[in-house]
Nanobody, 115 residues
């Protein structure tokens, strides 16, 4: 069973930065797409950033210019660099990977932006 594990969440003050990482294991196959989602309390899960196998990157409007996604499809690792964090970025962040047509999710990592 493919497993995705996120790391790097935590508590940060407004204006600060965090780096989230995610790695897939238990599969010899490369990823064909990677993305990060987030879910704030009492809100639906939303797409934050995505990267295709052609390295096309897309970002949700609220994070454009502040977040950067990058990764290695063969190594099945993806990173989300988050800068100029705001209280409204507080959420559980999940990574997702497309591997051989199947979508796999991590368990999530908490990001809290607060004074």
């Amino acid at each position: 069973q493919v497993q995705l594990e996120e790391s790097g969440g935590g508590l940060v003050q407004p204006g600060g930065s965090l780096r989230l990482s995610c790695k897939a294991s238990r599969t010899p196959f490369s990823a064909a797409g990677m993305s990060w989602y987030r879910q704030a309390p009492e809100k639906e899960r939303e797409l934050v950033a995505s990267m295709t196998i052609e390295r096309t990157r897309n970002y949700a409007d609220p994070v454009k210019g502040r977040f950067t996604i990058y990764g290695d499809m063969a190594k099945k690792t993806v990173t989300l660099e988050m800068n100029s964090l705001k209280p409204e970025d507080t959420a559980i962040y999940y990574c997702k990977m497309n591997i051989r047509g199947e979508h796999y999710w991590g368990r999530g990592t908490q990001v809290t932006v607060s004074t």
